[in-house]
Structure formats: structure tokens, C-alpha cells
């Protein structure tokens, strides 16, 4: 092969890669309103028990997050670790959550299949306000802050941290945040 027909294959694809990065960024509307495949007051319960398990472990910042099927959680130097599956029935026996009591593991396990089918697919505990990602199974370009949406579920004594976020949508006491700065727009 020339150098000729190599150049143009360089260009080619430098064109399609470009042309491809500069296409507009889909916002659905679904991401600046809740939108839950269950009754919000279902996924609102859920999250106030999940909350209740993560708030009464012994670490000061917590994540679990569900990609591709397998669940992962942090463990006690902060790693990220893959417990496994979560369609394995006996994912609850791994030794990986021991943060978690065992009679609450089946639980544990439950509230996060349920609210993997409501678009919760992550949750951060920083302190002491769970904060779950919303529908980050949408396409998000290179996870631009102006498109990463939370909920929190906000108890009656407590406040949006308005130097972080803004509340795009409310329903019972589950808060739909953006990132103060973002631009927050819908392809609709």
C-alpha cells in the first residue's frame, strides 16, 4: 500500500471523526423531569431505605453503581470493586459487602435492581446526602456536567446545596438536580 492511499485513509477517517464529534447533543426531555418506569412514590420508598442501609455503614463516602449488568461498590480504602452480577441470586453471600449486615444484603441487592429499572443506576453517599445518578444510560457525549442529572431525597429539615446544584423537577421529596453552571436544554 502507497503512502498516497494511506494519507487519504488518514484524512478520510480524521473527517468522519470530526464530522462525527461537532453532531448536536441529544437531551431528552426525560432527563430534566422525573420519568420512572414505576410510580414515584414506589421509587421515592426505595430510595429512603436504600439511603436509611448506605447512611448507617461505617464509611463516610459510599458508591455502588450498576454498569453493564454486574454491580460494583467501594470498598474500605475507597476502590471500586466488582461484586459481580446482579442477576446472580447469590450475589448477596460475597464477602465484597461486608459494609452491608448480612440480613440486609437480599434487601440491599433488591432496592438496587428496582432502582436500576427506574434510571438509578449509581449512587454516591458524600457525607451524609445519597446522591443517585439519573438516567445516565442516555447517550452523554463525554459526560458533560451540563448533561449529568441527580436525585436526592430531600427529608423536611433538609435544603438543596444550592452552591452545587438547581432543581430542574420535584415530586414527593424526591429532587431532580443539574449541576449549578449547566446549561440545561431539551431536543424535543
Not at 77 to 91: P, Q, R, Y
Request: aromatic content about 12%; proline content about 3%; glycine content about 4%.
Amino acid at each position: 500500500m502507497g503512502t498516497n492511499v494511506l494519507v487519504k485513509r488518514f484524512i478520510l477517517l480524521g473527517s468522519i471523526f470530526y464530522l462525527t464529534s461537532c453532531m448536536k447533543v441529544e437531551n431528552p426531555k426525560e432527563r430534566n423531569r422525573l420519568v420512572f418506569a414505576d410510580d414515584v412514590a414506589s421509587v421515592a420508598d426505595s430510595m429512603r431505605v436504600l439511603d436509611s442501609m448506605l447512611l448507617g455503614t461505617y464509611k463516610r463516602h459510599y458508591i455502588y453503581a450498576v454498569d453493564g449488568g454486574y454491580l460494583y461498590v467501594t470498598d474500605n480504602e475507597l476502590n471500586v470493586v466488582k461484586i459481580g452480577l446482579l442477576s446472580d441470586s447469590a450475589l448477596y453471600q460475597s464477602p465484597k459487602l461486608s459494609c452491608i449486615d448480612l440480613p440486609d444484603r437480599k434487601r440491599f441487592i433488591s432496592l438496587i435492581r428496582f432502582l436500576k429499572r427506574n434510571f438509578l443506576l449509581r449512587c454516591d453517599v458524600i457525607g451524609l446526602q445519597p446522591e443517585y445518578l439519573y438516567r445516565d444510560d442516555i447517550y452523554m457525549a463525554d459526560w458533560q456536567t451540563d448533561l449529568e442529572r441527580n436525585v436526592i431525597l430531600l427529608r423536611p429539615e433538609e435544603r438543596v446545596d444550592t452552591s452545587r446544584f438547581k432543581v430542574l423537577d420535584v415530586q414527593y421529596d424526591l429532587y431532580l438536580l443539574a449541576d449549578k453552571d449547566a446549561r440545561v436544554w431539551s431536543s424535543d
